[in-house]
């Protein structure tokens, strides 16, 4: 069973930055597409960035040119980079492995507020 752990969330004010970490138990992460999601209350959740094993990433139009996503095998933990933060950028955010399977974390809060 594979076990995911976010942190790096919190309050920031808009124009700021947050990086968000995600670590994994096991020994399947170097072979797994890691992605991160958002929702944000009342919606439903959305694609944010995803990066392959050989690390190409895509990212929601919403959040290119603001957000990069990376990945440490060596540590078996995915990033978010977040910068430029607004306040639509508010919302619980999970990250998810996937191999044959999908594995999610419990999320971290990211607000953006003044």
């Known amino acids: 069973q594979v076990q995911l752990v976010e942190s790096g969330g919190g309050l920031v004010q808009p124009g700021g930055s947050l990086r968000l970490s995600c670590v994994a138990s096991g020994s399947i992460f170097r072979f797994a597409v890691m992605s991160w999601y958002r929702q944000a209350p009342g919606k439903q959740r959305e694609l944010v960035a995803t990066i392959t094993v050989g690390g190409f990433s895509n990212y929601a139009d919403s959040v290119k040119g603001r957000f990069t996503i990376s990945r440490d095998n060596g540590k078996n933990t995915a990033y978010l980079q977040m910068n430029r933060l607004k306040p639509d950028d508010t919302a619980a955010y999970y990250c998810?492995?996937?191999?044959?399977?999908?594995?999610w974390g419990q999320g971290t809060q990211v607000t953006v507020s003044s």
């Open positions: 998810q492995l996937q191999t044959s399977q999908s594995y």
